[in-house]
């Protein structure tokens, strides 16, 4: 009985993918990508499915309340959280780019957000993290991300 000459092309396209997963996972550099078109709009379902069932109205001290684009406005400015122009310097991003196993990293208890969720986040900073002037509501979208 003969067995398949070559095993390894059938995981050549799962190592494709893998490899991908990791190039995602490190955006490249900003400047080589145009960054303006990420408005908020394209954020908000972002938090919401990621952050916003923590940060609530009833939460603990020390955690920014992302109930609404008036608190996340209150977020943003030099040296506050979210440095417009600046993901690299934004608290906010930093503590979502941890991997997993890194203290403080966002959400805690090991449930990172997926790759082109963190481009997302990292696009709209560097593009001036607009927010709407009017008051948008944020919602806790799908189950607790502590619970994936
Ligand atoms: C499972 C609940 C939970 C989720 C989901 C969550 N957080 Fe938090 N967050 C906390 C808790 C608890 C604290 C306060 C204690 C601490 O700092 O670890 C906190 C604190 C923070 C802080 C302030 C402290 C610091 O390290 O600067 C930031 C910024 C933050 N979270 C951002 C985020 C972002 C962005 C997301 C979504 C990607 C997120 N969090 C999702 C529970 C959560």
Redesign the pocket.
Known sequence: MKTSPLPFPRILPLLGSLLLAVSCANPPPAGDRDHSHVSFARVKP??ER??????AAI??????S?TDTKAIAG?IGSGK?IVPGKPEQS??????ALSDDE??A????G?A?EAN?LSV?RDWIQGGAPVPGETILLHPEGI???SR
Not at 91 to 96: D, I, K
């Open positions: 972002v938090l990621n952050c916003v069932h923590c940060h939460r603990l001290p020390g955690m920014p992302l977020l959280l608290r906010f991003y930093l503590v979502a203290a403080g966002m959400p805690p208890t449930h957000m969720e986040l607790p991300p502590r």
